[in-house]
């Protein structure tokens, strides 16, 4: 509440030119509450988005085609795509307060978190038993009734592991978001990100010290107060008929469960409704009743009205970006080509090492309440910490060891990619119905044979979403791993990241335009031949309800 309110304070103070952040330990407090009021803000923002744009995708087909490809446009284009432009549009909305500024970084916070938890809604709607919608379908569920008891409820497991690497990729951007300069203008605001910049760029090991122990307080308190909780509640949504091993528990979740005054509360929520809930109609009577044909039109109407307005926002964002992209010279879109080159080759190589640790791993974790109840808050700790803030560390320590910079970024791009697809695996593991288990018993599976013909299998689904987000994570990264600046030098190697970078850095707009456009075709592409083709692959041989 205190970081709301201070959030809330700042918005109608008069909006100052250059903001200076104060280095002390005692400002730490009210700048960390800042910075995670704005993430929390960002967060339902993403949970609303999630529900919604994921709701509608995974219902048409048609729409799909279309979303899917946008959604993974939007988690490639990087902050610094979007940065410039929004900064400086609600800045010129909101010329005298510091509202522009403030939404703009939650808007970028938000960029950071919504496209994980998106994907992962969308794979867990696709992954739902045919069963259970054969139950919603024969009782006549209204919208509403199925999105709450069947849809919601299977994609909570999932929902709530991407929802804490969602909090840690938005806080992956807090220094670029809060400590944000465009050409000569200073767009700062107070919070911990800006915090951490102003320590790195002065070199004040302290005040980095400071900042270090002020993150791992926050995201530790985080843990214990909601995503443990949460984790443990959403274990009731398992889709088994055989109970496994002890659960995950929380004391915050105990203390809540022996709650009088909230077991008072929940009765006369009952009783309340039973008395106001009229009889529901029968299977037959419901059927009986004629189709809404009114509703039908009013919904077309309402899908009619939406296409026209987007198609009128196309052309006319069509015919502006022709004209900044007709100031680009012919020779830099064949370094642009190169350029995308080299940042593809580093992503690949990016997923490829972390795939290869955090899939064995993330199965261990997600199939023992033990080790995952022991190594949750580590895990929850180490991703939640803003790798660039590690950047200069891990640079440091490979260019002692003569590594090229070019393999550094390489690494820092995985440092950034590695816990999406941790994540994602946890959650499938933890996932697995323990019937499964049993069968595997039954059967003497043991070894590797339970690793290749249950395990991996099982987790496949979440595996894909974890690669898709994972190499949108990596794309991301690429603006502040391919140019980094180490003990007062820039360190820059050739990629599409550092390009955009430049780019953003002197206010060159149509260079901008042209690199984010050139990753989003890129992206088209390899939604087009790989990533469509691998969901293909997960939702006809590898999903549960098959």
Not at 78 to 104: D, I, K, S
Not at 109 to 117: D, E, L, S, Y
Request: hydrophobic share 55%; charged share 15%; with cysteine.
């Amino acid at each position: 509440m205190a970081g709301v309110v201070g959030l809330a304070q700042r918005w109608e103070a008069p909006i100052r030119q250059a903001v200076e952040i104060d280095l002390s330990p005692s400002a730490l407090p009210l700048y960390t509450l800042l910075s995670l009021s704005r993430g929390f803000a960002a967060y339902l923002l993403s949970l609303a988005f999630t529900l919604t744009y994921g709701t509608i995708a995974a219902h048409g087909r048609r729409a799909e085609k279309i979303m899917l490809p946008l959604l993974d446009i939007g988690q490639g284009i990087p902050v610094l795509g979007f940065l410039p432009g929004l900064v400086l549009g609600m800045v010129a909305l909101f010329p005298r307060t510091n509202v522009g500024l403030e939404l703009a970084c939650i808007v970028m916070i938000f960029t950071g978190q919504v496209w994980n938890m998106t994907f992962s809604y969308i794979g867990s709607l696709r992954s739902i038993p045919e069963e259970l919608h054969e139950v919603a379908r024969i009782h006549r569920f209204s919208f509403w009734k199925r999105f709450r008891t069947v849809e919601l409820s299977s994609s909570v497991i999932g929902l709530v592991w991407n929802s804490m690497m969602s909090m840690a990729g938005g806080w992956f951007f807090l220094t670029v978001n809060e400590a944000f300069t465009l050409g000569d203008r200073d767009f700062r605001l107070p919070g911990i990100g800006s915090y951490m910049a102003v320590a790195i760029e002065k070199g004040d090991g302290r005040a980095m010290g400071w900042a270090i122990v002020a993150m791992v307080v926050m995201i530790v308190t985080c843990d214990q107060l909601l995503w443990r909780p949460l984790v443990a509640w959403s274990q009731r949504f398992r889709n088994a008929d055989v109970e496994g091993e002890a659960a995950p528990e929380s004391w915050v979740l105990n203390l809540v469960r022996r709650s009088a005054f909230l077991r008072r509360a929940r009765l006369r929520r009952r009783r309340s409704r039973r008395r106001t809930t009229s009889p529901s109609p029968t299977p037959l009577s419901a059927a009986a009743a004629g189709p809404d044909t009114g509703g039908a039109r009013v919904r077309a109407g309402a899908l009619a009205a939406i296409g026209l307005v987007a198609l009128v926002g196309a052309v006319f964002g069509a015919w502006k970006l022709v004209g900044l992209l007709a100031r680009v010279p012919t020779g830099e879109w064949v370094v642009l080509a190169g350029a995308l080159g080299a940042t593809f080759l580093r992503t690949l190589a990016a997923l490829a090492l972390a795939t290869a640790w955090t899939l064995p791993i993330g199965i261990l974790l997600g199939r023992s309440a033990v080790w995952s109840r022991r190594l949750q808050p580590v895990v929850q700790i180490v991703a939640s910490f803003p790798a660039p803030m590690l950047f200069p560390v891990v640079t440091g320590l490979l260019l002692a060891f003569r590594v090229p910079f070019g393999a550094i970024a390489a690494v820092l791009m995985f440092l950034g990619a590695q816990w999406y697809i941790l994540f994602n695996v946890l959650a499938g593991a933890s996932a697995i119905p323990h019937d499964l288990d049993e069968a595997a018993d039954v059967y003497a599976m043991r070894g590797a044979a339970r690793w290749r013909k249950l395990f991996v299998p099982a987790v496949f689904p979440f595996l894909v979403t974890g690669l898709v987000t994972a190499a949108g994570g990596a794309w991301n990264a690429s603006i502040v791993a391919e140019t980094l600046t180490w003990r007062g030098r820039t360190l820059e190697t050739f990629g599409l990241g550092s390009l955009i970078t430049k780019a953003t850095r002197d206010a060159n707009f149509p260079l901008l335009t042209a690199g984010v456009l050139t990753m989003s075709l890129a992206l088209v592409l390899l939604n087009r031949l790989v990533w469509r083709r691998l969901y293909r692959l997960a939702e006809t041989k590898y999903s549960l309800n098959r």
